[in-house]
């Protein structure tokens, strides 16, 4: 499996303060990948990178925003935090896009509480 | 964005039978792979899939790519009390860059 750690692994803020949250990748895939997990909506995706400083939409990006200075790094931040984005967050990374080697090699997920 | 529609939702079964679960999209796919996830933790990757018709299997896990390129199938023999856990079927459409997931089939197996 890929080295992919996540930092913190529970974390509790209020309502409208920022947010940020780590993934790190020891694998140097080009890939990396933020999801939100929520009971009966599965793995949604947030945010994509397909390389340094190139990032994309998912399906649930309103709020969200990424960086990725590094090809081992991609933070996911919540700006002002709200309570709708209590969620358990998975990041993933792999080595490849479209049609190729496309698996994807989850982190150990962070648990955020906004209250 | 794109829906895989990932049934059943749930299912509990005796320990020993075989399982089946499937996933469809409303669009064609270049990828199918098929994750699963045990309580606390990360999904972990079971099986990938990128030919039209192509069956893979690892060990009691079996899964197909649909050869209309809109579902996959993962099915499960002998199952035992550690295949507890959610499944996910997870793919790529044709083009895209991103990776999108089912909802999930959670598995309950009684010894």
């Known amino acids: 499996d890929a080295g992919i750690t996540q930092s913190p692994r529970h974390k509790v803020t209020e309502t409208g303060t920022p947010v940020t949250l780590r993934c790190h990748q020891t694998?140097?895939?080009?890939?990396m990948y933020w999801y939100r997990q929520d009971p009966g909506h599965g793995l949604r995706l947030i945010h994509y990178?397909?390389?340094?400083?190139?990032?994309d939409k998912g399906e649930v990006s309103d709020g969200y925003s990424v960086s990725r200075s590094k090809t081992e790094d991609f933070l996911l931040t919540l700006e002002s935090a709200t309570s709708s984005q209590t969620s358990v967050y998975f990041c993933a990374s792999g080595r490849g896009g479209p049609g190729k080697n496309t698996e994807a090699f989850f982190g150990q997920g962070t648990r955020l509480t906004v209250v | 964005g794109q829906q895989l529609n990932q049934s059943p939702q749930s299912m509990f079964i005796q320990e020993g039978e075989d399982v089946s679960m499937n996933c469809t999209s409303s669009s064609i796919f270049n990828t199918w792979l098929w994750y699963k996830q045990d309580p606390g933790e990360g999904p972990v990757l079971l099986i990938a899939?990128?030919?039209?018709?192509e069956l893979t299997s690892n060990g009691r896990l079996t899964a197909q790519f649909g050869i209309t390129r809109k579902d996959s199938f993962l099915n499960i023999s002998a199952s035992i009390p550690s295949d507890v856990g959610i499944y996910f079927c997870?793919?790529?459409?044709?083009?895209?860059?991103?990776?999108?997931f089912g909802k999930g089939t959670k598995l309950t197996v009684n010894p």
């Open positions: 997870a793919g790529q459409e044709g083009g895209s860059e991103k990776l999108v």
């Open positions: 899939l990128y030919k039209a018709g």
């Open positions: 990178s397909y390389g340094v400083k190139d990032t």
């Open positions: 694998e140097n895939h080009r890939y």
